[in-house]
């Protein structure tokens, strides 16, 4: 063939060919490996494109987030002004301000019950029943008081009592319980009640007058408390006078 020479070597050697001729311009030969390094390079360059991309729309993103976020919080206030300035639901309005009642209530109960803590304090009923009562009432068995003139003693100290609105009167006499029965015998008819009684006057220590007002039961006679004074060692000197200090 043209262009071809063929060789034959001796002792049984294979023939070598050798390529002969120009390389024709135009032809395919050398061009594969530009085109190998062209393919590269747009490769990167499509890699590098992709990156720039997908940083565009991170940064594109961290940019809407915050204004999302402000317009949501601007939305969330808007919406609870909005909220504010509706008229209020009546029926809730009203359960609100019956359970505001209610703990009124319970308020008011727990303190006037006077319960706090472990502290207890009582006190007087507002609607109960009072009474009027005078515990130092002296007769005539008193030097210097209730001077009647001729009248019943015990019947002007019922009436003076009525006048006065009086529930109930102890006779505390000084040293003395004559007039305790005279007094209990006028008022069985009314309903004041009479409550017996003596006054002491002794001596504690430095101080030389201490008032004692000593009441018994309503049972207790001018009798009964004649012995108590006896018992005291009271003298009959100091029957009804007010300026005798036991001693």
Known sequence: MAGRAQAKKPNGSKSVKAKTGSKTPG?????????????????????????????????????????????????????AQAEMQKTPDLAKLRAFQKAQKK?????????????????????????????????RV??????????????DTGEALVRLAGVKKLDLIAITDYYNADYVDVVAKCAQKTKLTVVPGIDLCCQIGACREVYVTALFPETYTSEKLSVVLEELDVPEAARGREDYTMP
């Open 27 to 79: 032809s395919n030969a050398g061009t594969k490996k530009p085109a190998a390094g062209k393919a590269r390079s747009v490769k990167k360059a499509s890699a590098n494109a992709r990156k720039t991309s997908r940083a565009r729309r991170r940064s594109s993103k961290a940019q809407v987030e915050p204004t999302a976020r402000v317009s949501k919080d601007s939305t969330s206030q808007a919406e």
């Open 103 to 135: 703990s009124k209530e319970l308020a008011d109960k727990t303190r006037k019950s006077g319960v706090k803590g472990k502290k207890f304090l009582a006190k007087t009923p507002r609607k109960g029943k009072t009474y009027t009562i005078d515990l």
């Open 138 to 151: 002296h007769t005539p068995g008193t030097i210097g008081y209730f001077s009647t003139g001729g009248i």
